[in-house]
């Protein structure tokens, strides 16, 4: 078995391919860590487990490396668990109450029940295992066992101890709109490091993931330990370090402004935290995140399509004819699924009106969708849409009929971002009027592919008639009634895919991918720009999930000028999508693009599938370079990139990975037979020149 509880020892071992997790009770009843990396047996990590102390402002060191600490007796550091009791208590003291194993649904599960020494309260901590894959899933279940309320304070879904290392490097992801998913690293010091969210979202500018190594680890080679949290409103996750050289990292909701009453007999379920261990680096990490999404997390089974989004070309100008007109160039290029944005309902000429009037503009489509959906299926492609459900505009009829629907407190004025207001979800007739209206676009229309914006961040967070002590439960309620819209959305139509989208690079997490079949990483298409935040986006999320668009020549964001090849190679790196004015491509031009569409979709499998590898060996030199591995080793292919050439240099040789050494290969385009062994030791060269040039290598073994 993966998971053991060796009793004569108490400790608990949780082993995967590569790795070992082991923790123990110890003679304190504290549930300790003890090991966490390169696999060993349980019993050598017994000597481990004892309490310590340093002083008595340091009483119980063990308590650094709990495993769930609850916040009360000698524990100082970030707390796992927060609660205040009935009658005004604070204090909390967990007690172990017994564990057990279970294997379900293709996965292997250890619960072990804590409880208050006193209070009514339970803690089911869950670890989970899935085969094939160095990860851990981890969460908790709290359950009031009595017959009072609790207050919880703090719940965070897990606490991951870090082995003893020289140094602890923290990478992570920032940003902000137009650049998300940038990465950073940090040097972590005696203290605390907090990523997080308080917008309501998960927000660009952080995002809920974490990889902690000794400052040496690269792509390819080191130890690495990381995780990713599966929560789509406010979150946080603090790495601390101690004064006696320990980390621990405690991720979960964030407890900021937020509580949530557990009632007698009620039970609250934490999100998924999911841990791993990497021993062959970030590039390791990234690709078991990966296959841990495609076949665990995304419900996404086929190769996404490539789609045309007409948002560019026409805004809010939306009207039958001329989409009619785009769909007619995009199916030219081998599109296979026209997208409409915004504007195609209520009085939606502008962003500052009919946000929530989700009814089609009779003026702009007289005959209903159906007339567009018609011509756009009979072109060959599939027929999405866009809306934004969460969101309402003051000037809308929806609005004028429901002001008390939306986040507000009565003696402050409703702040309007892009003209809106946010609605609260978590009331039963708006959660209801969301299935209904979105129900009835879907059963009614042809609509194979919904893109769901949110591009609203939560402010005033009063709910109207909801208690006032039970405030603070708004950012969670959100989240789960938002999951819960999607979750019906989808039992219903089952053959609707949809797309995750807000604010840009917002609302991307493990949470909103078990709903979600594709998600929209920035508004910025710059194809240069993508580059940087593509690669931070695939540290964490798999190419297939990410759309990526090619838009114009000269970059809206940047004003940047860049070849057709290299905007659509930029975006070929993860699910292609066109989202230019075609109004403007020459004939010329669309013959090229359908050139590039149709090497894609040969190509896609592998994008879409593969394994993914960051070649960022010559990225001193100003190349990016990212190459898919099918199958085992077989196919390939390669996607280089140059920012600009200096001093007439010609480039080192690229080294390629994943490939079968003794093999030989074919590079279409390029003249001989070179095996794996060479490709990847001895390298290729990169025939790329002058500012921003590009290419795509599909590399196939010789049969």
Known sequence: MSIQFHSDQRLFSIATAGSSYVFGLNDKGTLQHLYWGDPVAAADCAPLLGSGSHSSFDAALDREVEEYAGWGGLSYMEPSLKVRWHDGVRDLRLIYDGCRIDEADGKETLTIVLKDESYPLEARLTYSVR????????????????????????????????????????????????????????????????????????????????????????????????????????????????????????????????????????????????????????GSMSRQLHRYQYDYVSPA???????????????????????????????????????????????????????????????????????????????????????????????????????????????????????????????????????????????????????????????????????????????????????????????????????????????????????????????????????????????????????????????????RVTSLPYRFHSAMTGTLGIGANLNEWSEEQLAEAAGLVAQYKEVRPLVQGGRQYRLDALKHKGVEAVQYVGGDGEDSVLFAFLHSQKLGDRLPRLCLQGLKPDADYEIEGVDGVRSGRALMRIGMELPLRGDFDSLMYPIRERR
Not at 379 to 392: H, K, Q, R, Y
């Open 131 to 282: 085969p094939g894959l160095d990860l851990i899933e981890r969460a908790v279940v709290l359950v009031n066992t009595g017959d009072r309320d609790i207050v919880l304070e703090s719940a965070q879904s897990a606490a991951w101890s870090l082995p003893e290392l020289p140094a602890y490097r923290l990478t992570h992801v920032t940003g902000k709109w137009s650049g998300e998913f940038q990465l950073r690293n940090t040097i972590l010091s005696e203290g605390k490091k907090v990523l997080e969210s308080r917008r309501g979202f998960t927000d660009g500018h952080a995002n809920p993931w974490f990889a902690i190594d000794d400052g040496r680890a690269t792509e390819a080679a080191g130890r690495v330990w990381f995780g990713a949290l599966g929560w789509s409103g406010n979150w946080k996750i603090a790495a601390e370090k101690t004064a006696f050289n320990r980390v621990r990292v405690t991720g979960g909701i964030n407890d900021f402004d937020s509580e949530w009453t557990l009632a007698a007999g009620e039970s609250f379920e934490t999100p998924t935290f999911v841990g791993g261990y990497s021993s062959a680096g970030f």
């Open 301 to 559: 089974g086929e190769w996404r399509k490539v789609l045309y989004n007409s948002w560019e070309a026409t805004y809010f100008d939306v009207n039958v004819k001329d989409q009619t007109a785009l769909a007619e160039r995009a199916a030219k290029l081998g599109v296979e699924l026209f997208v409409i944005d915004d504007g195609w309902f209520g009085q939606r000429n502008h962003d500052r009106a009919g946000l929530g009037d989700w009814h089609v503009n009779p003026d702009k489509f007289p005959s209903g969708l159906g007339e567009l959906i018609g011509k756009v299926r009979e072109l060959g492609m599939d027929f999405g849409i866009w809306v934004e459900p969460e969101a309402v505009n003051p000037d809308s009829d929806l609005y004028r009929s429901h002001p008390d629907w939306v986040y507000h407190f009565p003696t402050r004025s409703r702040t309007e971002l892009r003209n809106q207001l946010v609605l609260n979800i978590s009331k039963p007739e708006v959660k209801r009027y969301i299935v209904d209206f979105m129900s009835k676009l879907l059963g009614e229309n042809d609509i194979s592919f919904v893109k769901w914006d949110m591009n609203r961040t939560i402010t005033e967070p009063g709910m109207q008639d909801h208690p006032l002590n039970r405030q603070k439960e708004l950012w969670i309620r959100h989240v789960r009634s938002l999951y819960e819209i999607w979750a019906e959305l989808r039992a219903k139509f089952p053959n609707v895919a949809f797309e995750t989208c807000a604010g840009g690079g917002s609302r991307i997490d493990l949470g909103m991918l078990r709903y979600a079949d594709q998600a929209w990483p920035s508004d910025n298409t710059d194809a240069f720009d993508r580059l940087s935040i593509q690669e931070g986006f695939s540290y964490v999320y798999a190419p297939k999930l990410m759309t990526c668009w090619v838009t114009e020549a000269v970059s809206g964001m940047n004003k």
